[in-house]
C-alpha cells in the first residue's frame, strides 16, 4: 500500500467518505490479525497512548491516529473509556488539530485530574512544509463531559533553548508545588534533556531547570521522548523513550531504532541541572514493539498502556489500511532497584475466564490465550500452524531468547535479528505469565522482571507446542465489546 498525498494532510472531517469506506472494507477483510481484546482503532495508525485517566471508576484512554492509511501522517486522537476491560465506548474523535500552533498534528501529551477541573496537556507540531519540524509548542484545554475544548498555550516553544524537539508534557507533583515536564533536545548540545516548568496556573509555567545525564559518558540519546516521572515504592521512577540511544553490539540492550529505558533518580534537585540518576538507563522492554508508554494512577496503583508498535517499521497489517494497537494495561512496581511490570489484577480479574490446570506439551488456540506457569530449569515454546510458521520463545541457562523469523508474513523494518533478554532467576523458580492474542504476544518472565511485547504474523496458528510437558493453567480470554 502507498500513501496517498492527497489525503495525508488532511483532518478526518476532510476526507472523503469513499476513503473511510474503502478503509474499513479492508479492516474487515483481516480474518488473520485484527486484535480481540487490546485496543485498535477502525482503521489508519495507532501510535501513542494519550490523556490516560482514571476518574470515578472509568478509564479514559485516548491515543495518537493518523486517519485512513496505515502511515504516520495527520496526528489526531482518538478517545475510548472503559469500566471494565471488556465493555468500551469508542467516543470516536477527541483531538483535531485545529489550534494555530498545531497546524502539522496534535502530539502526544496527557491528562492532570486538579480536583475541580481536569486538564489535557500535549504538544502541537509546527514544520516548515517541507517535512522538518520547525518548533513545538506545549498547549493546554479543558476536559470536560468527555470533550477536549478551550485550547491555548500553556508553554510557547523557546528557541533559544531548543531544537524544534520540545514535547510530550506531563504534569508532575513535588514538595507541594505542580510542574510541568516534557522532553527537549537542548540547542547548546544537540542532545536530550528533560525540562520542568513551575504552574502558576494553567496555562501559566516559569521556566526552572533541563536535567542532564549525571554519570559521565551517557547521553541516553538525542530526545527524550514521552517522559514518564513517578514516585513510587519510595523511588522516583524515570522512563523515556529514547531517540538516538542503542548499542548494536550489545544482543541484550538497546537493540531497536528507538529504545524506552528507565532509571531511579537518587534525589530531585530543581536548583541544579542534574538527573541524578542512580544508575545508567537500562531497557524496559525486551521485545520487537513497545514504545512511547504513559503512566496513570488508579487509586494507589501505578498503570501503564504502551504503544504495541515501534517507530520506522511496516507491519503486515499495513495491507488491511490498519497499524498498530495498544498493550494491556500493566501496574508497575520497583523492588530492589528493578522494575517490575505485572498485568493489572483488575484487568485480569475481568477477561479471563474458563482458566483449567492441566499437564501437557500442547495447548490448542483459537486467536486468544493466558497461560501460566511456574519455571525452574529450560524450556522452549512455538505458537505455530499447520504449515510449520511459527513464532519461538527459548529458555536456555542464562537467556530467553525470541524469533519471529519463522512467521508467515515478514516485518519490514531494519531490527528483525532474535531477541534476547539476560535471565534474571536462575537456578530457582520463577513465574512466567503470557497474553496471546491474534497477532501479538505479552511475555511476562523472571517473576515480572523481564518482559517480552512483541506482535507476530503467523497465519492461521493453532496451538502452542512446548518442548516437554508442564503443569500451567491456561485461561480464554473474554472479546472486547466496543460501543
Not at 49 to 77: A, M, R, T
Not at 96 to 123: L, M, Q, R
Not at 168 to 175: L, S
Request: glycine share 4%.
Amino acid at each position: 500500500m502507498k500513501i496517498n498525498k492527497d489525503i495525508q494532510w488532511k483532518k478526518y472531517y476532510d476526507i472523503d467518505k469513499e476513503y473511510f469506506d474503502k478503509a474499513n472494507q479492508l479492516v474487515k477483510s483481516d480474518v488473520y490479525y485484527r486484535p480481540k481484546y487490546h485496543i485498535a482503532s477502525p482503521n489508519g495508525l495507532v501510535n501513542d497512548p494519550n490523556g490516560l485517566l482514571f476518574k470515578d471508576g472509568v478509564h479514559h484512554i485516548h491515543y495518537q491516529w493518523s486517519p485512513v492509511e496505515p502511515f504516520h501522517g495527520f496526528k489526531h486522537w482518538r478517545y475510548v473509556t472503559t469500566k471494565d476491560f471488556i465493555n468500551y465506548k469508542d467516543h470516536g474523535v477527541s483531538m483535531v488539530p485545529d489550534h494555530e500552533k498545531e497546524k502539522y498534528g496534535s502530539f502526544s501529551g496527557s491528562a492532570y485530574d486538579f480536583g475541580d477541573t481536569v486538564k489535557i496537556y500535549w504538544t502541537g507540531n509546527m514544520e516548515d512544509g517541507k517535512g522538518e519540524m520547525s518548533e513545538e509548542i506545549q498547549l493546554v484545554a479543558d476536559f470536560k463531559d468527555g470533550k477536549i475544548i478551550n485550547k491555548r498555550v500553556a508553554v510557547p516553544w523557546d528557541g533559544e533553548k531548543y531544537t524544534p524537539h520540545a514535547r510530550d508534557p506531563k504534569i508532575f507533583e513535588y514538595n507541594n508545588k505542580k510542574y510541568l515536564i516534557f522532553g527537549v533536545r537542548t540547542k547548546h548540545d544537540d542532545l536530550g534533556g528533560l525540562a520542568f516548568y513551575e504552574m502558576k496556573d494553567y496555562d501559566k509555567f516559569e521556566f526552572v531547570t533541563i536535567f542532564k545525564p549525571s554519570i559521565k559518558g551517557n547521553n541516553y540519546g538525542n530526545m527524550w521522548e514521552c517522559p514518564n516521572l513517578d514516585f513510587v515504592d519510595n523511588n522516583y521512577l524515570f522512563f523515556i523513550s529514547a531517540e538516538g540511544y542503542y548499542n548494536s553490539e550489545d544482543k541484550y540492550e538497546l537493540n531497536s531504532s528507538r529504545n524506552v529505558v528507565y532509571t531511579l533518580l537518587n534525589k530531585l534537585d530543581l536548583n541544579s541541572s542534574e538527573l541524578n540518576e542512580k544508575f545508567e538507563m537500562k531497557t524496559v522492554d525486551s521485545g520487537y514493539d513497545f514504545y512511547a508508554p504513559q503512566t496513570y494512577w488508579m487509586n494507589k496503583k501505578l498503570v501503564w498502556y504502551g504503544w504495541f508498535g515501534v517507530c520506522d517499521v511496516q507491519y503486515p497489517t499495513d495491507e488491511y489500511s490498519w497499524h498498530s494497537m495498544l498493550t494491556i494495561p500493566r501496574e508497575l512496581n520497583v523492588e530492589n532497584d528493578m522494575l517490575i511490570q505485572k498485568p493489572l489484577k483488575d484487568f485480569k480479574d475481568n477477561v479471563l475466564f474458563n482458566s483449567k490446570k492441566i499437564k501437557t506439551n500442547i495447548i490448542e488456540i483459537n486467536k486468544a490465550k493466558h497461560i501460566k506457569f511456574k519455571l525452574s530449569d529450560n524450556i522452549s515454546f512455538k505458537i505455530l500452524n499447520d504449515k510449520n510458521e511459527y513464532l519461538l520463545v527459548e529458555f536456555s541457562d542464562k537467556e530467553i531468547l525470541m524469533d519471529r523469523n519463522k512467521q508467515s508474513a515478514k516485518v519490514d523494518w531494519d531490527f528483525e535479528t532474535p531477541r534476547y533478554a539476560k535471565r534474571k532467576v536462575v537456578g530457582k523458580e520463577q513465574e512466567v505469565e503470557m497474553f496471546i492474542d491474534s497477532s501479538s504476544i505479552e511475555l511476562f518472565a523472571d517473576d515480572y522482571k523481564t518482559v517480552f511485547t512483541s506482535r507476530f504474523f503467523v497465519k492461521e496458528f493453532n496451538r502452542i507446542e512446548f518442548s516437554k510437558e508442564i503443569e500451567l493453567i491456561a485461561s480464554d480470554i473474554k472479546n472486547m465489546n466496543i460501543e
